[in-house]
């Protein structure tokens, strides 16, 4: 069973969508549910796009169940959505039985979801309690989506401080592009952090220079951005700025998040390996996991 419709706007608005004009929203009713829809509402009234709210349960209702399941999802749609100043639709679906494994089961019908409206984006909530990643939705759906996937930890409105970790790769190219499309009125921080040469470590002006070469590189990446006006149809933003420091690349991201005080990570993220922590790349599982704030995972391809 698949239930379709739309809140608010024209039902034909939703099929006459361009690129990226669509944002798919999963929720399963619960807190982190909630959370998800309102940070792909404010992103949605922020860049002006549709947004598309998913839910998929475990059985098929009787006639009675299935009235009063969709009214409380309707409800608790227009709760979080606010003021609705875009385009609202809702879709519910039951999950078939020949999905033996419930988790990759419900990451298929949101791919599925995705790839048939259009979308942009997929908005996710928070997996539960602080166990890793693997086994989950989320591990299933990262490991196929060509998508970003924002995991929404904790909305607070406009994004205004968003970072971005970089090592240099055409991940981090896709991680920049993606930051300033979705966050095109934030200040906008790129981090690299290095691990000292085994003979820097003892030469403290080996690791100096070894700092002001990555920073040479990412105030280079800045001045590109800033030039290219990032993807196609984002504005440049409010600012760029450049961050480089030495250690681990979780701790100083993890610093790096409190001293500016940003509500947006993005991050690139491997998705071609069948080795766990080549799923998505080490830091990203780690933040995919227990994220501080809003998280954009990027894959390429």
Not at 69 to 75: I, P, T
Not at 192 to 213: I, T, V, W
Not at 270 to 277: C, E, F, K, L, N
């Amino acid at each position: 069973m698949t239930y379709f419709e739309v809140l608010v706007g024209d039902e034909a608005v939703f099929q006459e969508r361009g690129d990226s004009s669509l944002i798919l929203v999963a929720t399963n009713g619960s807190l982190s549910g909630d959370l998800a829809v309102r940070s792909a509402y404010t992103l949605a009234k922020q860049r002006g796009v549709l947004l598309r709210v998913e839910t998929i349960f475990d059985y098929e209702l009787t006639a009675d169940e299935r009235r009063a399941f969709l009214a409380k999802f309707k409800q608790s749609t227009l709760n979080a959505c606010a003021d609705l100043e875009v385009p609202v639709a809702i879709s519910a679906s039951s999950l078939p039985d020949h999905f033996h494994n419930e988790e990759y089961g419900r990451a298929e019908m949101l791919l599925k979801a995705a790839k048939e409206s259009g979308a942009g984006l997929i908005v996710i909530g928070p997996h539960k309690g602080s166990r890793p990643v693997f086994g989950t939705m989320t591990e299933y759906l990262l490991r196929k989506v060509c998508l970003p996937v924002l995991i929404a930890a904790n909305p607070l409105g406009a994004y205004e401080n968003v970072l971005v970790g970089v090592d240099f790769s055409d991940y981090s190219l896709r991680a920049i592009d993606t930051a300033c499309f979705w966050a095109p009125l934030a200040n906008v921080h790129l981090v690299h952090a290095f691990q000292p040469k085994l003979g820097e470590f003892q030469s403290e002006s080996g690791e100096a220079d070894r700092k002001d070469e990555c920073r040479h590189r990412l105030e280079a990446m800045t001045q590109y951005q800033a030039g290219a006006g990032c993807e196609k149809g984002a504005s440049t933003p409010k600012s760029l700025s450049a961050i480089v420091k030495s250690g681990a690349p979780e701790l100083v991201i993890r610093q790096a998040l409190k001293d500016i005080g940003a509500n947006l990570l993005v991050l690139g993220a491997r998705g071609q390996s069948d080795i766990a922590d080549a799923l998505f790349g080490g830091v990203a599982t780690s933040f995919a996991t227990n994220p501080p704030c809003d998280v954009i995972l990027v894959k390429t391809n």
